[in-house]
């Protein structure tokens, strides 16, 4: 069976500083690993994903998410939080051509100015 | 414009009633699911379908099922709905190929009372 972990519920952060929110994943296969945002009222959108290649990968609004398979993590990153991206996180995760997309439970993120 | 549509964006339901939520795709895909979304559970899969007549159970099947009778439409039935079926319910669809992003509908928020 596939499985997601986002371990903090909220992650806290002042505008301008460092963001991180952490995802790590459990599957029998190679990974295809995606991020998605739900801002308020809104449905979910896609930011990012690894397929294969650069563990880098770089995404929308200025997010980047590094994969990292000896720790069987993709955490999200951005360099510079801006109020705006506070909203909810979704890593997911989906083994190459099994079709099953599983979602982690989510990562409040709160930018304060 | 791609698009995921959901009929409807906030449904309230009697207990024991039979209940039909629809969601149309235009982009051709052959993967469509179905999630619900709980404060703290983040979204978890129910049903998915990767064909026209084809269907997976998710991760929490009971209580629902589904029907694809054509490739732009999956539907999510409740066979008699609980207040613990009350929740936010969220359509989407991918490609076959595993390695493109998702794209969500709107969601629509069912009480069920």
């Known amino acids: 069976a596939q499985s997601v972990a986002q371990p903090e519920d909220q992650v806290n952060v002042a505008e301008g500083n460092p963001l991180t929110v952490k995802c790590t994943y459990s599957?029998?296969?190679?990974?295809?690993l995606f991020w998605y945002v739900q801002y308020p009222n809104r449905g979910l959108q896609f930011l990012l994903k690894?397929?294969?290649?650069?563990?880098l990968v770089k995404g929308s609004y200025g997010f980047e998410a590094e994969f990292n398979k000896s720790q069987t993590s993709f955490h999200l990153k951005k360099p510079s939080a801006l109020v705006s991206d506070s909203a909810l996180y979704f890593c997911?995760?989906?083994?190459?051509?099994?079709?099953?997309?599983?979602f982690g439970g989510g990562t409040r993120v709160l930018v304060k100015p | 414009d791609v698009k995921v549509t959901q009929s409807s964006r906030y449904l309230v339901k009697r207990t024991g009633e039979k209940v039909f939520l629809e969601c149309v795709q235009d982009?051709?895909?052959?993967?469509m699911f179905w999630y619900r979304q709980d404060p703290g559970l983040g979204l978890r899969l129910i049903y998915f379908?990767?064909?026209?007549?084809?269907?997976e159970k998710g991760d929490i099947p009971e209580g629902y099922s589904v029907s694809r009778e054509k490739k732009e439409r999956f539907s999510l039935i409740l066979e008699s709905a609980s207040t613990n079926q009350t929740s936010m319910y969220l359509c989407?669809?991918?490609?076959?190929?595993?390695?493109?992003?998702?794209?969500f509908g709107q969601g629509t928020r069912l009480t069920v009372v």
């Open positions: 982009m051709d895909h052959e993967n």
């Open positions: 989407a669809s991918s490609t076959r190929a595993g390695n493109t992003e998702a794209f």
């Open positions: 599957v029998s296969g190679n990974p295809y």
């Open positions: 690894y397929i294969t290649g650069d563990n």
């Open positions: 379908s990767y064909d026209v007549k084809m269907k």
């Open positions: 997911a995760v989906e083994v190459a051509a099994g079709n099953k997309l599983t």
